[in-house]
């Protein structure tokens, strides 16, 4: 059972509308106008846009509900914009037949959660790095994707792995002799132009060596910390998958490590949780 990418392996484009848009993005001085334009050529994309600007969340206290694309962008703001550029960028990438509990609905809400945890802590603690530790929270599973779309039945040997034997799937993996999701996923990326601090969290988020760590600049490690952090979190508050138990708790070493409080902890995943709501409400 091997499951390893070919050297010089390459994800799909990414769609060009997400494209485009993350580069705008990844621009603090971005012409909201320009955005506007250049979305408005994707109906879905932009309904989702409206429909989010007029959810109770950010509807509260600024009007009434608006058609207007560019008045909902600076409604939302760039976060939310990303958060839902990336997702559309995932759900056009990977098609996968479900396998047992893990499934791609599971996998997006999983990684959208997870995103709007390290968003939100990064705000409190790292407020000039949000945009690459938000694109890792969305793109940190990407690897369980590509083990889904290429490697089908290896996945489900894994899951049913997992499963029988109550392990992570990291864990599973490493028994198996498999390339990680984490490093599989870190290296597929390379084809999305993705931040190389951006990968690096990504292909260490289920390490918990210390020796991963040792090199990592000061802040690389806050963001990694961060991500494992909203990792635990999600899959303690249910963003997880059907029937997979992993280790959910957190070491209060980690906590007073990256500064934080039970009590931060507690609001910020009620602010993901409400955020969450409006993203995926009907």
């Not at 392996?9 to 060009?16: D, R, S, V």
């Not at 040997?157 to 599989?184: R, T």
Request: glycine share 4%.
């Amino acid at each position: 059972m091997k499951m390893h990418l070919p050297e010089g392996f390459k994800l799909p484009a990414m769609p060009q509308i997400a494209r485009e848009c993350l580069v705008y993005l990844y621009n603090p001085n971005a012409d909201t106008g320009v955005l506007s334009k250049s979305l408005a050529r994707d109906i879905g994309i932009s309904a989702s846009i409206l429909k989010l600007a007029n959810s109770s969340q950010f509807l509260l206290g600024k009007g009434a509900p608006t058609s207007d694309l560019n008045t909902a962008i600076l409604r939302i703001g760039h976060d939310s914009l990303r958060q839902l550029m990336i997702l559309h960028a995932l759900e056009e990438t990977f098609v996968f037949k479900d396998s047992m509990f893990f499934d791609f609905k599971s996998f997006t809400k999983h990684c959208s959660f997870v995103s709007l945890l390290c968003t939100d802590f990064a705000k409190k603690i790292s407020p000039d790095s949000i945009a690459d530790i938000q694109m890792a929270g969305l793109m940190h599973d990407v690897g369980l994707a590509i083990m889904g779309s290429l490697f089908h039945e290896n996945l489900t040997m894994m899951v049913k792995f997992c499963f029988e034997n109550k392990i992570d799937f990291a864990a599973a993996e490493s028994q198996l002799g498999l390339e990680s999701h984490s490093k599989l996923g870190a290296r597929a990326l390379a084809t999305w132009e993705i931040p190389d601090r951006v990968k690096l969290i990504v292909s260490l988020h289920d390490s918990r060596k210390s020796e991963d760590r040792k090199d990592l600049e000061a802040e690389t490690a806050k963001l990694l910390d961060i991500l494992i952090l909203s990792d635990i979190l999600a899959h303690s508050y249910g963003f997880g998958f059907k029937e997979y138990k992993r280790d959910t708790r957190i070491e209060l070493s980690m906590l007073k490590r990256m500064g934080l409080t039970a009590d931060d902890v507690k609001e910020i995943v009620k602010s993901a949780l409400e955020t969450e709501a409006a993203l995926h409400s009907s």
